[in-house]
């Protein structure tokens, strides 16, 4: 059974920085494509960023490129999403997902079988 557990959420101010990680509990972590979403005040989950299996694709949404980064650590089962120049419109919770039946990583939420319970991320100006 896959279980995923997010940190490093929290308050920061707009222009700062958090890196969250999401530790994966289970087997073969190393099989499995990787994805941040998160959900918006209001709003609908959202795709922000996914990882290959190994790590040899990346995906962003368009609303955070250049200023987010997905990396993964298969020897420690991690996946970690480094955001820089945080807006106040990427306050949300975010969510690690995992799927393993897709080749390359997917930005549709539905493909993804497995999720963690979240965490907030807040930025105020």
């Known amino acids: 059974q896959v279980q995923l557990e997010e940190s490093g959420g929290g308050l920061v101010q707009a222009g700062g920085s958090l890196r969250l990680s999401c530790a994966f509990s289970?087997?073969?972590?190393?099989?499995?494509?990787m994805a941040w979403f998160h959900q918006p005040p209001g709003k609908e989950r959202e795709f922000v960023a996914a990882i290959r299996w190994d790590g040899g694709s990346l995906d962003y949404a368009d609303s955070v490129k250049g200023r987010f980064t997905i990396s993964r650590d298969n020897a420690n089962n991690r996946v970690h999403l480094q955001m820089n120049s945080l807006k106040p419109e990427d306050t949300a919770v975010y969510y690690c997902?995992?799927?393993?039946?897709?080749?390359?990583?997917?930005?549709?939420?539905?493909?993804?079988?497995?999720w963690g319970q979240g965490t907030q991320v807040t930025v105020y100006s």
């Open positions: 289970g087997r073969a972590f190393n099989i499995y494509n």
């Open positions: 997902a995992a799927d393993r039946r897709a080749f390359q990583p997917q930005t549709d939420a539905d493909q993804y079988a497995f």
